[in-house]
């Protein structure tokens, strides 16, 4: 053994079959041809063959632009918004004489819009930047002619590259493992980076490059990879390396870019994909774009006021080439100041259709501010602020864990706020996911004591239960005494009988099977012992927390699994002759891995006595049809245990095993060895197959049962949520009577409520069943289904008439059946009907598919909770994905737009924040369009009033700074801090959730109503104001305001209004809404007295018109005090009735 090695003495994470070294056979037929064409020659990049392949290089580029294309890239990102194409067009007219303004006071609301949004993303780009530059430039010890190692940048790495990685590095690209510190060839992985777990997974070389340890032996190792292409998948890898003989390769040997090297001093590796070609750059796609219900309807009202933009401009021109007409007929020339008699490229008053087309141009331009160019860009950055209010939020924050809730995008905060419908996995979701075992059947007896927590609050709920648990006096309290005691507790282990505990089940009469039934939870599994280096205790890494409860449950009880290696697995057992402890060792020679579909795992071993066994635990669904004939001596009493347990909230696997005779295990090899090493699209469906076939015949031992506690709060933020009116479903994979109950524990259930429960549980289908016609199983299946359906839906109606909640069950056979297209539509009818639903035994793909209709069915907004990979597809299919960063790893999270560490957080992200987000987004969206067409119509009053002649009201800069300074900050800080009502008030009436829901905020109803007032304020404002200063001896020398004069004063109106009426409609204020609000109008002022004091060649018609003609004049003021009241009145007047008629709505 080379000096410095250590030896691997535990194994975790099997890949299937990974402890036979399998020759290569020939049908490895797919290497080389279309998907399978990479070619790596190891060690010698630099051969002319290899320079010829042309592979990428290992530099990563993550950002979204370079230097030279950021201007025109960033440029037509912005330019896919209508708005901004419109402004840009009008930009470019304004060069022309046909533009009412200067071309300046156009382009710069443009390109300040246009430049913000740049900056921000040019700021992103550049974070990404620095982190590709950090990653591309870290140091990596690479193989060199010279026969050394030699640190490289990761950039430099090339396909083919010897790399050395030491302990806590990160791998610069996709190696092989080629060996490692320890003898055995493992080490220890963490791929955080790439999938969010962070339990350690091992990887293993294989044994014909597990000797390669230091420079020497690098110098003549030369060999060929003949794999895959790159592609996305993280958890496959096939292809064969040719050294020595051809030897298949698997993702067991793969260790890829990103991930780092944990508990293992080195390993060498050679480089397989660089760079882009990588898996985790493969994956380095963007998530489902979402976009929330309001951000839609948001589209159809830009399209509105386009349309009423064409129309107001369409009116102008209209009466403008009429009245043109009328005036060149007539030759009397009433409209003299318009110059009639004068022609230029754009006027020619003999050609009135014409000039009144042209004028139509003029009008788009001059009545564009009606459309909110500066809306987009507000509403980003107030929903960025909106979910730094999320992430932190300490009520959220998960103290146990050190995990804050995460709004992992800002595109869909308001949309919390109109959740109508949750579906939500059970398991890690509702439930902790920490496993305990607690109960088993062995033999046909039934083991352990104790009450599980569905089983208390049943017995809470029945009139004549015993009292609370924990009560001294309760029978309850005494009988969950029986469990282990706190002091002594064990993780994973919560069993108490005293039958079987303390080596007492040698005595037991069928002691040979309770022997069998522990060793099969010892040995059947994949955990990794591991050793306290400090204290000496024992533990276990496990894929799932199922797993560790077993194995810590069988060292508990006798059979102390400590020690495992690529090829065996060796416990401590209690000898039932001697009552002692000996070291047992089995070697291991196959692992067939637990899938969804298998629904099973087992494991291929050779104990001491040369018995070949295979060790199984699995469903009920699928083990049972599997025992032999003579296996079947306790089937009776174990189903009745299991559908006890099931009613106890357990969850429950069947154990069983066979014993396997020489010539049957080695044909079984040939056959499977074959299916291993196929290179083939098919070769998992081949694997699965080959174990099908010796996955028989089992002779039945027990049933485990474990329990998974509900979360803390469960119950109740449920109950909070069904009062706030939000439907709640609950998809899980559990067994039907273990979904019931766990309802009625975490109160989805209640004991008033008509149960509706469809199952395919019954005589008839299990006849059929049995006679294997599956043509006949089918149709008499859906015939079932549909019946079920259509009693349920009349249940509901009559339950609906005594005002009797219902309640949907329905398992996954049944499901599958309802989801098919001539039955959904009947299906969702009568779970929308229902106060409560829940899916038992789903899949991945139902529980995706239940999703899209009820998103679809239903047109409401839907939200998704789960904590596992199985809940990705539901994540992303509904339009809120909440992931939930528990046990089963980041997965859920990563695909997720939300992130909680705990159930009961959802209560307060949906009816406190997502009230206030939706509220605040409805009325920010609804004060913008009001400002806007306050103005804009103004401008449309002026120009009736002046005969459409093209004249602007307002001063250039005036127009363009009043969506950029004097209005944006107050609609802002709506968005930010307005608050109807506290976090407190939001909880204790979650009625108010039901706003959102309906929609009431942002009804076509409450959006007409605003551009209504809209209309109306500027109407007041223009009527007003010229009513009040025009031919009124408005300066000291007596002469009367002309139009310099008028806009100012029009214009001080408005600024005045819109701000005031943001102020009435505040609920909340704080000193920053106070700042905006009042500023903005002072900043008005503050801009007039600088600008006009600037010569008039560049104020124009602003030149001291402040300083000298309005502010000394009591009639400015009187005027301006006396419109904004009369402006607003309108809105009074609206509130007041409402309060009175409608005060639900006020």
């Given at each position: 053994m080379p000096r410095g090695r250590t030896r691997g003495i535990r194994f975790s994470k099997l890949y299937s079959f990974s402890c036979i070294r399998s020759i290569f056979e020939d049908d490895h037929s797919q290497i080389g041809q279309r998907g399978y064409s990479r070619v790596v020659y190891c060690n010698d990049p630099d051969n002319p063959e290899a320079i010829q392949l042309n592979y990428r290089g290992n530099y990563v580029s993550t950002t979204k632009y370079t230097a030279a294309n950021f201007i025109p890239k960033s440029l037509f990102e912005q330019f896919r918004r209508v708005a901004n194409i419109y402004f840009l067009v009008v930009a470019c007219v304004s060069f022309s004489p046909l533009a009412p303004y200067t071309a300046g006071s156009i382009l710069f609301p443009l390109v300040a819009v246009i430049g913000l949004t740049m900056m921000k993303e040019a700021v992103e780009d550049w974070r990404r930047r620095r982190q590709d530059i950090e990653a591309n430039n870290r140091k990596v010890k690479r193989y060199g002619t010279d026969y050394t190692f030699h640190e490289t940048k990761w950039k430099n790495l090339r396909v083919g590259d010897l790399v050395k990685i030491e302990k806590d590095e990160f791998f610069p690209a996709d190696l092989l493992l080629l060996s490692s510190s320890y003898e055995d060839g493992i080490c220890y992985v963490e791929t955080m980076n790439l999938d969010g777990e962070t339990n350690l997974k091992v990887k293993q070389s294989l044994p014909v490059t597990s000797e390669l340890q230091d420079e020497r032996s690098f110098q003549k190792f030369k060999a060929l990879i003949k794999c895959e292409d790159p592609n996305e998948n993280l958890y496959s890898f096939v292809g064969s390396l040719f050294y020595n003989g051809t030897h298949p390769l698997s993702p067991h040997q793969i260790l890829l870019r990103d991930s780092k090297l944990r508990n293992t001093e080195y390993i060498y590796g050679v480089v397989v994909f660089t760079g882009h070609d990588t898996k985790v750059m493969q994956n380095a796609t963007e998530p489902p774009s979402k976009r929330s219900k309001i951000e839609r309807k948001m589209d159809k009202i830009i399209y509105i006021l386009f349309s009423t933009l064409i129309l107001i401009s369409s009116i102008g021109s209209i009466f403008f080439g009429i009245k043109m007409r009328e005036d060149i007929s007539g030759g009397n020339y009433k409209r003299w100041y318009l110059r009639p008699d004068s022609s230029t490229i754009f006027f020619d008053p003999r050609r009135a259709p014409l000039a009144a087309f042209f004028h139509f141009l003029t009008g788009l331009m001059l009545y564009g501010y009606l459309i909110p160019i500066s809306l987009y860009v507000s509403i980003e950055f107030v929903k960025i602020l909106q979910s730094r209010f999320i992430n932190k939020d300490q009520d959220m924050y998960h103290e146990e864990t050190d995990?804050?809730?995460?709004?992992?995008?800002?595109?869909?905060?308001?949309?919390?706020?109109?959740?109508?419908?949750?579906?939500?996995?059970?398991?890690?979701?509702?439930?902790?996911?920490?496993?305990?075992?607690?109960?088993?059947?062995?033999?046909?007896?039934?083991?352990?004591?104790?009450?599980?927590?569905?089983?208390?609050?049943?017995?809470?709920?029945?009139?004549?239960?015993?009292?609370?648990?924990?009560?001294?006096?309760?029978?309850?309290?005494?009988?969950?005494?029986?469990?282990?005691?706190?002091?002594?507790?064990?993780?994973?282990?919560?069993?108490?009988?005293e039958r079987i505990m303390n080596g007492q089940w040698i005595k037991e009469p069928h002691s040979d099977a309770i022997q069998k039934f522990f060793r099969v939870l010892a040995i059947c599994h994949t955990a990794i012992p591991v050793v306290n280096k400090e204290t000496g205790e024992l533990s276990y890494e496990a894929e799932s927390p199922d797993e560790a409860a077993f194995v810590v449950a069988a060292r508990e009880l006798g059979f102390e699994f400590y020690e495992r290696t690529q090829t065996s697995i060796s416990l401590h057992e209690l000898d039932p002759g001697t009552g002692k402890k000996v070291d047992r060792s089995y070697k291991l020679l196959h692992v067939l891995e637990f899938s969804s579909s298998r629904k099973r795992m087992s494991v291929v071993v050779k104990n001491e006595e040369g018995q070949i066994l295979l060790l199984c635990k699995g469903a009920d669904s699928v083990m049972f049809e599997r025992l032999s004939k003579d296996g079947r001596m306790f089937e009776a009493k174990t189903k009745d245990h299991i559908r006890s347990y099931a009613k106890a909230g357990l969850r429950t696997l069947v154990v069983a095993y066979r014993q396997l005779g020489k010539e049957e295990y080695k044909t079984w090899q040939e056959e499977f060895l074959k299916a291993k090493n196929s290179v083939t699209a098919d070769r998992d469906a081949l694997v699965d197959a080959a174990a099908n076939k010796i996955e028989r015949d089992f002779v039945l031992l027990g049933a485990t049962a474990v329990e998974d506690k509900l979360q803390k709060g469960v119950p109740e933020c449920i109950d909070k949520l069904a009062q706030a009116g939000i439907k709640i479903w609950v998809l899980t994979g559990d067994k039907l009577e273990t979904a019931v109950n766990i309802g009625y524990a975490c109160s989805l259930l209640r004991e008033e409520m008509k149960q509706i429960v469809i199952t395919l549980d019954t005589p008839e289908i299990s006849a059929l069943e049995k006679q294997g016609d599956k043509e006949a199983i089918v149709k008499a299946s859906h015939e079932n289904v549909t019946r079920q359906l259509q009693e349920g839906k009349s249940q509901v109606i009559s339950a609906k008439e005594s005002s009797v909640p219902s309640a949907l069950i329905i398992d996954g056979k049944s499901l599958d059946f309802a989801l098919t297209r001539n039955l959904e539509n009947l299906f969702l009818e009568l779970a929308?009907?229902?106060?409560?639903?829940?899916?038992?035994?789903?899949?991945?793909?139902?529980?995706?598919?239940v999703t899209r209709l009820v998103k679809i069915g239903t047109g409401k907004t839907t939200l998704a909770i789960g904590d596992g990979a199985n809940d990705v597809g539901m994540l992303q299919e509904a339009e809120i994905g909440v992931g939930i960063s528990g046990a089963e790893g980041m997965?859920?999270?990563?695909?997720?737009?939300?992130?909680?560490?705990?159930?009961?957080?959802?209560?307060?992200?949906?009816?406190?924040?997502?009230?206030?987000?939706?509220?605040?987004?409805?009325?920010?969206?609804?004060?913008?369009?009001?400002?806007?067409?306050?103005?804009?119509?103004?401008?449309?009053?002026?120009?009736?009033?002046a005969s459409f002649s093209g004249q602007p009201a307002y001063n250039d800069w005036y127009m363009s700074l009043y969506n950029v300074l004097f209005t944006s900050l107050p609609v802002i800080a709506i968005g930010v801090f307005d608050q109807d009502v506290s976090a407190r008030l939001c909880l204790k009436y979650p009625l108010l959730h039901q706003e959102g829901v309906q929609n009431i905020l942002f009804s076509w109803r409450r959006i007409l109503g605003w551009m209504l007032n809209g209309v109306c304020s500027s109407i007041i404002i223009f009527f007003f104001t010229t009513s009040s200063i025009l031919e009124q001896a408005f300066r000291r020398d007596g002469r009367v305001a002309g139009s310099e004069v008028l806009a100012v004063a029009m214009y001080s109106c408005v600024v005045w209004?819109?701000?005031?009426?943001?102020?009435?409609?505040?609920?909340?204020?704080?000193?920053?809404?106070?700042?905006?609000?009042?500023?903005?109008?002072?900043?008005?002022?503050?801009?007039?007295?600088?600008?006009?004091?600037?010569?008039?060649?560049?104020?124009?018609?602003?030149?001291?018109?402040?300083?000298?003609?309005?502010?000394?004049?009591?009639?400015?003021?009187?005027?301006?005090?006396?419109?904004?009241?009369?402006?607003?009145?309108?809105?009074?007047?609206?509130?007041?009735?409402?309060?009175?008629?409608?005060?639900?709505?006020?």
């Open positions: 995990r804050p809730a995460r709004a992992r995008t800002s595109n869909l905060n308001e949309e919390l706020g109109q959740v109508d419908t949750i579906l939500s996995d059970k398991t890690g979701t509702l439930t902790c996911n920490s496993m305990e075992f607690v109960k088993c059947s062995i033999a046909g007896t039934a083991y352990g004591r104790g009450m599980t927590e569905v089983e208390r609050a049943m017995a809470r709920k029945k009139k004549d239960g015993p009292p609370e648990f924990g009560d001294p006096s309760s029978d309850l309290g005494k009988h969950d005494g029986d469990a282990v005691d706190s002091k002594l507790s064990v993780k994973g282990f919560n069993f108490r009988d929308l009907g229902c106060a409560s639903v829940i899916c038992c035994r789903s899949s991945p793909k139902q529980k995706a598919l997965q859920a999270v990563m695909s997720s737009d939300f992130a909680i560490a705990q159930f009961r957080f959802l209560e307060r992200l949906l009816l406190v924040h997502g009230h206030w987000c939706y509220r605040r987004i409805a009325m920010m969206i609804c004060y913008f369009f009001y400002k806007n067409i306050t103005f804009g119509f103004t401008l449309f009053w002026f120009e009736a009033y209004t819109v701000n005031c009426q943001m102020a009435l409609s505040v609920s909340y204020f704080t000193w920053i809404q106070h700042l905006f609000i009042w500023g903005s109008i002072t900043f008005w002022y503050i801009f007039l007295v600088i600008y006009g004091s600037v010569p008039p060649a560049a104020s124009t018609t602003a030149y001291k018109v402040l300083v000298e003609a309005c502010a000394p004049s009591p009639l400015y003021w009187v005027t301006t005090l006396f419109v904004v009241i009369s402006a607003l009145l309108p809105y009074f007047t609206y509130k007041a009735f409402q309060g009175r008629l409608r005060p639900r709505e006020s």
